[in-house]
């Protein structure tokens, strides 16, 4: 049980355009959704933190207008990395979590690549 | 906020022979320590986690001990295979931190054979 499905697994874009990644919990309800991004040999960085119907929280440093986070539903939470820039490369990783004293599932991770 | 360290960055050990990973964290509210293992290109896969009130919790080849005095827990990784191979992380999760955790900063495993 506890399987958490990430699309696409990779995506090459242009500069300036925009790129959606979902996360999806298969087997479960997820309360919570934590999007993460993580350069190489490095660890993981805390983007955002979404529940289901709210605005999500944001880690200081990052740009709400630019990841735009949605979790319309307990299962479903999207990252759209807007205008993206090179810079914005990176591997985006989601965990969702059923409930407060739960475990954290991972997704499977998305490479960007922006030229 | 949570802070939580990681010793050491890369480890090498002959296949068989056991591997030991260390994190401190900062804040003793804390009480969820998972350990992942991420292979290259794939997220994190969780391999053993512990909670506040267990000292020690053991799955096969695989054990994590928690000191919560000291604020540290450990890996430990007994008659290693060359398919362990992978980083590894450790984690802390504070009480009332919004349920999110904090990483360490990894461990690049390497079993030779």
Redesign the interface.
């Known amino acids: 049980g506890a399987v958490v499905s990430?699309h696409p697994s990779w995506v090459i874009c242009k500069s300036g355009t925009s790129v959606k990644i979902e996360c999806r919990s298969l087997d479960f309800q997820a309360t919570?959704m934590?999007w993460y991004r993580q350069f190489p040999k490095?660890?993981?960085m805390?983007m955002a933190?979404s529940n289901e119907g709210s605005k999500a929280?944001y880690e200081q440093g990052v740009e709400k207008d630019k990841f735009l986070i949605n979790h319309a539903s307990l299962t479903l939470s999207t990252l759209t990395v807007t205008s993206a820039h090179p810079e914005d490369s990176s591997?985006y990783?989601c965990?969702a979590?059923k409930e407060?004293?739960y475990?954290?599932?991972?997704?499977?991770?998305t490479?960007l690549t922006v030229v | 906020g949570e802070n939580v360290e990681q010793h050491p960055s890369t480890l090498s050990v002959q296949e068989g022979d056991s591997a030991v990973i260390k994190c401190t964290y900062s804040d003793s509210a804390s009480n969820y320590f998972p350990w992942y293992k991420q292979e290259l290109g794939k997220g994190p896969q969780l391999i053993i986690d512990i909670r506040s009130n267990v000292g020690e919790k053991k799955d096969q080849r695989i054990a994590v001990t928690l000191n919560k005095t000291a604020k540290h827990f450990s890996l430990h990784i007994t008659e290693t295979q060359p398919e362990d191979s992978a980083v590894y992380f450790c984690a802390a999760k504070l009480t009332g931190g919004g349920n999110k955790l904090t990483f360490g900063t990894g461990t690049q495993l390497k079993v030779e054979l």
């Open positions: 990430q919570t934590f490095q660890s993981l805390l933190t929280t591997f990783i965990s979590t407060l004293n475990g954290y599932t991972f997704g499977s991770g490479r």
